[in-house]
């Protein structure tokens, strides 16, 4: 059972000096467990963005960056079209190239990115996206981030996904205190195996998306309730915690 409920808006009550803290070896079993719980949850958890071969995931990725996946699945479908291969993205017409991709936002910088992504994959790797992260994170407008969602995704390599709600959920959840995503991508990282990272980071950020927001976790609705020290910062009243759990549909207005 989730544990006693209290008032919406009351503080939670600090633990007393006399309960011992969570030790490593509980924190494990239960961010396993949660892991679990997540997985039959969300038996269907996979990338949103949409793709068919790397290149075309590394500039989804880099598209994504402030903006939905809904929308930048709205914007690829053209642009994968008119931009097939790195040696298209070098050579791209800049105002053509930003007009395309403007409804992302910070289209200006993102075709910085693409171009100089175009030009480096065709210089240093014979235009193909490489396999290893140390490759992917010298290229124009990559990160830990958007490698690892390659590395999982696209080439079948385990990868943790340290987006906004990854990192709010692993601090909700007591997983890491951690702000810096290269650090709780290690803390988080250290809990589980390898095998599980890209699955996990689905798992993360579908039910960051759909249940435990950052302004209004539907805390009442929530499958993990028993498992999260967060529990009640959301809406407690089931009925209207249900209210707040998105569709598939609403899951692509807000980031």
């Known amino acids: ?91 791209a017409d800049r105002a053509e190239l930003e007009t395309m991709i403007q409804s992302t936002g910070f289209f200006r910088a993102k075709t910085n990115s693409l171009i100089g992504l175009g030009q480096a994959l065709v210089e240093r790797y014979g235009g193909e996206v490489p396999g290893r992260l140390q490759d992917l994170v010298s290229l124009p407008g990559v990160g830990r981030k958007t490698a690892n969602v390659v590395l999982g995704n696209a080439f079948g390599k385990p990868g943790i996904t340290v987006d906004t709600h990854f990192g709010r959920l692993a601090r909700r959840f007591g997983w890491t205190t951690e702000t810096d995503p290269d650090k709780v991508e290690a803390a988080v990282g250290a809990l589980f195996a390898r095998k599980d990272w890209t699955m996990l980071s689905h798992r993360l950020i579908w039910h960051g998306r759909r249940r435990c927001h950052a302004r209004r976790p539907a805390c009442g609705a929530c499958p993990v309730a028993a498992l999260c020290p967060s529990y009640g910062e959301g809406e407690l009243d089931p009925v209207r915690a249900a209210e707040l759990v998105k569709s598939p549909a609403q899951v692509g207005t807000s980031l």
């Open 1 to 91: 059972m989730p544990p006693a409920r209290r008032a919406r808006g009351e503080e939670a009550a600090r633990p007393s000096a006399e309960v011992a803290p969570e030790s490593p070896v509980a924190l494990t079993r239960r961010a396993r467990r949660i892991n679990r719980v997540l997985a039959e949850t969300y038996p269907d958890a996979h990338c949103e963005l949409d793709f068919t071969n790397p290149l075309e995931l590394v500039v989804a990725t880099i598209l994504s960056a402030q903006c939905t996946d809904a929308r930048v699945n709205l914007v690829t479908p053209a642009l994968f079209a008119r931009y097939r291969t790195a040696g298209d993205y070098a050579g």
